[in-house]
């Protein structure tokens, strides 16, 4: 099992992708932590597959912006049964659009698999 070494300001931690990935879940780790591989190449952590979403959260985010009321955010981050309930509202009347908009800005809404946004 391949591991990588974190690097974070507390210190290194050898750990496999899955641990990655629920370091990424928690929030431990960003999308632009520095990740370093057996063979000691650096990486992002979001160049690691299956640690974070493979969809991008600036994307989410104009789509909140621009679209939210129609759902297409929540499409798109792969949440059909609430985008189709965001289409429907038009948005919650533009309270639940907002409330997306703050949520992808803080980078606190993940995709359907429960992965952050890149």
Known sequence: M?????VVPNGQYELSVEEL???AI???IQHDTRVIDERGEAWNAAQIPEVFSRRE???ALLLSIFLGS???DRFYVGKVGTGILKLLS???LGV???IDVIFIAVRRLDDKEGLPLR
């Open 70 to 72: 129609l759902g297409v």
């Open 96 to 98: 639940w659009t907002i």
């Open 90 to 92: 038009f948005g919650g």
């Open 57 to 59: 959260w600036l994307i």
């Open 2 to 6: 391949a591991t990588w070494t974190v």
């Open 21 to 23: 990935q629920q370091w």
């Open 26 to 28: 928690a929030r431990k």
